[in-house]
T-cell receptor
Framework: NAGVTQTPKFQVLKTGQSMTLQCAQDMNHEYMSWYRQDPGMGLRLIHYSVGAGITDQGEVPNGYNVSRSTTEDFPLRLLSAAPSQTSVYFC?????????????FGPGTRLTVT | DAKTTQPPSMDCAEGRAANLPCNHSTISGNEYVYWYRQIHSQGPQYIIHGLKNNETNEMASLIITEDRKSSTLILPHATLRDTAVYYCIVRSFSGSARQLTFGSGTQLTVLP
């Protein structure tokens, strides 16, 4: 199993550009989510999905879009990049339903917006 | 989810046990205690979880007090590679959403 994979590892954008951060998992997990982590801070939830076709907002959703057309993939779209979106982005996945299932995190995408 | 309180930083000598405390005095009966760690710039890594009994796996032990208001994560023989931020998270999972709330955690530094 590759686990949770994220691409790209690093990205530099200019203000106003758009891009998609990719996340994929091969563990057949229903639940997937995106977090951002600013320097010296904990992770904050952006969006999450409990299954294909179902997404919902987290704590900091503004400026980001998501969709979930397959169980394996959960891309995060930045619509018009701003310097405030400079951060490290982590994708995570887990089994869903009642039960203390652990979450698996990807290696992160380091995004700089100039 | 119950709020957790952790010391901001701790040091531990290599080869010694690292004991990381977490206070969760408002925990409710169906909430689990989870521990994750984040080694510099990497994605968080699951360590262990427990409900009321003490738990042990290949990475660590989790000791939960009888009243469940606090817990301690024990790394029995800390190595330099255990230097990381350790997060204690309290969460119930009664529905399908699995999101975790990460606080500031404890920066554990293992010293040679």
């Amino acid at each position: 199993n590759a686990g949770v994979t994220q691409t790209p590892k690093f990205q530099v954008l200019k203000t106003g550009q758009s891009m998609t951060l990719q996340c994929a998992q091969d563990m057949n997990h229903e639940y997937m989510s995106w977090y951002r982590q600013d320097p010296g801070m904990g992770l904050r939830l952006i969006h999450y999905s409990v299954g294909a076709g179902i997404t919902d907002q987290g704590e900091v959703p503004n400026g980001y879009n998501v969709s979930r057309s397959t169980t394996e993939d959960f891309p995060l779209r930045l619509l018009s990049a701003a310097p405030s979106q400079t951060s490290v982005y982590f994708c995570a996945s887990s089994y869903s339903g009642t039960g203390p299932y652990e979450q698996y995190f990807g290696p992160g995408t380091r995004l700089t917006v100039t | 989810d119950a709020k957790t309180t952790q010391p901001p930083s701790m040091d531990c000598a290599e080869g010694r046990a690292a004991n990381l405390p977490c206070n969760h005095s408002t925990i409710s009966g169906n909430e689990y205690v989870y521990w994750y760690r984040q080694i510099h710039s990497q994605g968080p890594q699951y360590i262990i979880h427990g409900l009321k009994n003490n738990e042990t796996n290949e990475m660590a032990s989790l000791i939960i007090t009888e009243d469940r208001k606090s817990s301690t994560l024990i790394l029995p023989h800390a190595t330099l590679r255990d230097t990381a931020v350790y997060y204690c998270i309290v969460r119930s999972f009664s529905g399908s959403a699995r999101q975790l709330t990460f606080g500031s955690g404890t920066q554990l530094t293992v010293l040679p």
